[in-house]
């Protein structure tokens, strides 16, 4: 004859098995299971007019970087004649459960150099890992200031000609901004993540994101320099991004299904934008 004491002691073994089974089922559920890619394009909203650029104010050094007098145009908002794609676009994962083995942190150096006083990448992805060669490709001396708020940033005088070196230690969670104090005008970005999960689009606005976690709700963060959202994080309210439940943070949500490739355009509104 079983007691109703070891009745109670196996009601309460078969419920905590239950409920350890639920938590795996949920963790399993939530973790996914394959791989998946996102491509797609970001483009200037065919009812509206970009911001023409506008050419620098060269104050300085006018020889080596503006040669001959020619007027030097701004890289803040670069939209593709033909295609109308925004490149410069930054998206990217914010938090990876998984990363596949295929696009593990790369070991290679990552060159960022300037030229005629313009940094030559305007808005640069990299794995946290990687080392930044910063190279000055100009007759006369830069000082590149990254100001990292994750980790120590850099700033330093680069020679004519010269190059060093620089490792950020810690991701950020939005691009750090790249200045030059000594030709004001010169501005560009860095983004240091923790995987490779990032793409910063083409000069015709697109972007491929590959072996993504598949089968779980991913977040997306995206940012454009002059993006009227908090931190210049693009914020939309189109249908699209409605669909995608675009926070008023600059960020989309979406599942992919194993082996998928998933395409998204998006046109984003002239009031996306500052100014």
């Avoid at 509206?48 to 803040?76: E, F, M, W, Y």
């Avoid at 560009?188 to 993504?212: H, M, W």
């Amino acid at each position: 004859m079983v007691s109703t004491e070891r009745v109670a002691e196996i009601r309460s073994a078969l419920a905590e098995t239950a409920s350890g089974n639920s938590a795996d089922a949920e963790q399993t559920a939530a973790t996914g299971t394959g791989w998946a890619t996102l491509e797609g394009q970001f483009l200037f909203d065919q009812s509206d007019s970009p911001r023409p650029r506008q050419p620098l104010q060269i104050t300085k050094d006018a020889a080596v970087c503006a040669p001959g007098g020619k007027a030097v145009l701004n890289q803040v908002m670069l939209v593709d004649p033909e295609t109308r794609g925004i490149a410069n676009v930054a998206v990217y994962l914010r938090k990876a459960s998984r990363v596949h083995e295929t696009v593990q942190p790369e070991a290679e150096t990552v060159l960022f150099d300037q030229e005629q006083c313009i940094f030559l990448t305007h808005v640069m992805g990299m794995v946290v890992g990687q080392t930044i060669e910063i190279k000055n490709s100009d007759p006369i001396g830069h000082n590149t200031n990254i100001s990292m708020s994750a980790g120590a940033g850099f700033n330093q005088t680069i020679a004519s000609g010269d190059s060093t070196d620089y490792q950020p230690t810690r991701e950020e969670s939005l691009p750090a901004q790249v200045l030059c104090n000594v030709h004001p005008w010169m501005v560009a970005y860095i983004l240091p993540r923790s995987n490779p999960y990032f793409a910063i689009t083409q000069s015709d606005g697109n972007f491929r994101i590959e072996n993504l976690p598949a089968g779980e709700e991913l977040e997306f963060q995206v940012w454009h320099e002059l993006a009227a959202g908090p931190g210049h994080t693009l914020v939309l309210d189109t249908d699209a991004a409605k669909a995608l439940k675009w926070s008023r943070k600059g960020r989309f949500k979406l599942k992919l299904d194993p082996d998928e490739t998933r395409p998204l355009t998006l046109e984003i509104p002239a009031d996306a934008f500052q100014g």
